[in-house]
């Protein structure tokens, strides 16, 4: 059974760090289409970064370039988001997602087939 793991949550101060982890089971991560996206209490979901299955091209949505990092591990089947400098709005609950046959990327998470269970992130003083 295919399935995605989150690690990694937390309680942090503005301008800290965290790293979420997602572990996948049941397929391999290597070369597909991977991302992470979060919601705010409230608000939609909403993409933050990614990695395309067809270029191997990383992007990121406006207000965490230069802060976020994604990544993977194909050795360990897992993929990372490396976040600094964090900011109150970036509190949120974050998912992993990926999808072996997505073809590139989707800025819509319906696309993906498997998601993390969540991991809240809470920016605060």
């Known amino acids: 059974q295919a399935q995605l793991v989150e690690s990694g949550g937390g309680l942090v101060q503005p301008g800290g760090s965290l790293t979420l982890s997602c572990v996948a089971s049941?397929?391999?991560?290597?070369?597909?289409?991977i991302a992470w996206f979060r919601q705010a209490p409230g608000k939609d979901r909403k993409g933050v970064s990614w990695?395309?299955?067809?270029?191997?091209?990383?992007y990121y949505e406006g207000s965490v370039k230069g802060r976020f990092t994604i990544s993977r591990d194909n050795a360990k089947n897992t993929m990372y988001l490396q976040m600094n400098n964090l900011k109150p709005e970036d509190t949120a609950v974050y998912y992993c997602?990926?999808?072996?046959?997505?073809?590139?990327?989707?800025?819509?998470?319906?696309?993906?087939?498997?998601w993390g269970q969540g991991a809240q992130v809470t920016v605060s003083s």
């Open positions: 990695i395309s299955s067809s270029d191997g091209n990383i």
């Open positions: 997602l990926a999808d072996p046959d997505l073809y590139g990327h989707s800025t819509s998470s319906d696309d993906y087939a498997y």
């Open positions: 049941g397929f391999a991560l290597e070369q597909k289409s």
